[in-house]
């Protein structure tokens, strides 16, 4: 089956500091990747996807992501964080001939101190 | 922008009873998900559903739990004899035509509170 690790539940960071977000998934076949962001308050938003191609994907706010396949990672990087970046980030994936459900990770909390 | 919504916020119900969430995906999307995260833990898939019948569904989606879309715009998660470890932010989910592994876009969710 299908899963994603994320590794740090909880990131603390100074405004301008940079960011990875490390995430890995366990899946040897074709997989589509994502990353999601709830901001405080807010629903799921889409921050950045990898379906194929250049393996390095902008989203928006600046996030970047690069999806290296020998090590089954897709980490999340900012270089230079904002306090209203604080939220929480959530990698995803979905592939094996699903309908499309994506497996989540359980999430990395970021606080940005001002 | 068109988002998707869900309805009510927060619902407070007792064991044993019946909870219907709402959810009114974006108006030309044709792939509806629920999904769920209990406290402090993970976002899980609980089912998917497309022209009208259930594609795909987790271990959780047991027969406790049903789905319906009505009337063209409402999709419906239904919890038949609520348990305590129901509590938990119910989120649904929908995306458009142009392929099953497209973003989702998520509704704000809902709160289920089983006491």
């Known amino acids: 089956a299908q899963s994603v690790s994320q590794h740090n539940h909880h990131v603390i960071l100074s405004e301008a500091a940079s960011l990875e977000l490390g995430c890995n998934y366990s899946y040897g076949g074709t997989v589509n990747l994502f990353w999601y962001v709830q901001y405080p308050g807010q629903h799921l938003q889409l921050l950045l996807k990898?379906?194929?191609?250049?393996?390095l994907v902008k989203g928006i706010k600046g996030f970047e992501a690069e999806f290296i396949k020998s090590k089954f990672s897709f980490n999340l990087r900012k270089p230079s964080v904002q306090w209203s970046d604080t939220a929480e980030y959530f990698c995803a994936v979905t592939g094996g001939g699903s309908q499309g459900n994506l497996i989540f990770g359980k999430g990395t909390k970021l606080s940005v101190k001002p | 922008e068109p988002e998707v919504t869900q309805t009510p916020s927060h619902q407070v119900t007792q064991m044993g009873q019946e909870v219907i969430l709402r959810c009114v995906p974006i108006s030309n999307h044709l792939y509806f998900y629920w999904y769920r995260q209990i406290l402090g833990q993970k976002v899980e898939f609980l089912v998917s559903f497309y022209n009208n019948e259930i594609s795909e569904k987790s271990e959780i989606f047991d027969d406790q739990f049903s789905v319906e879309r009505p009337d063209g715009s409402n999709f419906t998660l239904k919890i038949r004899s609520t348990k305590l470890e129901d509590s938990a932010m119910y989120f649904c989910a929908s995306h458009g035509p142009s392929g099953k592994h497209n973003e989702q876009f998520f509704g704000p969710g809902t709160r289920l509170t089983v006491l």
């Open positions: 990898y379906f194929s191609g250049d393996p």
